[in-house]
């Protein structure tokens, strides 16, 4: 729905390009100015060897669309069946990404979308997942928790590695510092610690990351908020899930001064 809720207010999009036109066009539908400034590119992993998908998996959970999207580029020496094993999306985005490849989503949690409420879900308590057969696909350096947990519950866990996220190597800063310097920017969305991190050392300049510590701040966790905190933001906002939706909501209550 098309209204005027963020007319005049400028917001800062670090997601990486390819996955920023969403919450681009959510903003601009809201008569907003969507202010892209990627802080991390996605880079699907090469190695010399061919994957293979252990045999007898009967989970495949997947902890992001960027997860999806590379793991079915991939060659495998194994041709085994994708519709024999049970597809389980961490959240609403995933979910997304692996129906639009023409697979089904056997399961995905209702509310939280991370690992804590993955692992809340009946069928991943000890007494179900005991001696099955896991594998989960993520990017590097990801979360240990959901699968040293799964493993303590006994199920028997494979990690497939298959993009790393990466510092932009070249950008144009210009642009957003020239925004910072007259104080345009109203409000700041930022869905992963590294994005976070990668953007304040991209500023490097530290009259400009002075600034931008005051500028509004959503994130989309608890978990991101602490890190946050800790690197000196002063004004921080989480919404109610990682969607889209969510974050644009979020913009709009901090943008009309509803949440101080």
């Not at 495998?76 to 129906?99: C, D, H, P, Q, Y």
């Not at 300049?205 to 905190?229: C, E, Y």
Request: aromatic share 6%.
């Amino acid at each position: 729905m098309k209204t005027d809720c963020l007319k005049g207010f400028k917001i800062l999009v670090t997601r990486p390009v390819a996955q920023a036109t969403p919450l681009t066009a959510l903003i601009e539908q809201q008569a907003g100015e969507a202010v892209l400034f990627p802080t991390l590119v996605i880079e699907p992993l090469k190695k010399t060897t061919d994957y293979i998908i252990p045999k007898s998996t009967q989970w495949l959970i997947f902890t992001s669309a960027n997860a999806v999207n590379c793991f079915l580029k991939m060659d495998f020496n194994n041709k085994i069946s994708l519709e024999t094993i049970k597809m389980v999306a961490i959240g609403k985005a995933t979910a997304t990404a692996i129906e639009k490849n023409g697979l089904t989503v056997d399961l995905i949690p209702s509310t939280g979308f991370n690992s804590e409420a993955l692992l809340n879900l009946s069928v991943f308590q000890a007494t179900n997942i005991a001696s099955q057969r896991v594998l989960v696909v993520r990017g590097c350096g990801g979360r240990q928790l959901l699968t040293d947990t799964l493993k303590k519950r006994g199920a028997v866990v494979t990690v497939l590695e298959v993009y790393k996220r990466v510092k932009p190597v070249s950008y144009t800063i210009n642009p957003l510092l020239i925004h910072l310097q007259k104080q345009q920017l109203n409000v700041i969305t930022i869905t992963s610690g590294e994005a976070l991190h990668n953007f304040l050392s991209m500023l490097k300049d530290s009259g400009m990351i002075s600034l931008t510590l005051k500028i509004p701040l959503v994130v989309i966790s608890q978990r991101l908020k602490k890190i946050a905190i800790t690197l000196g933001f002063q004004h921080i906002f989480v919404s109610d899930n990682p969607t889209d939706n969510a974050m644009i909501k979020t913009v709009i209550t901090v943008c009309n001064g509803e949440k101080q």
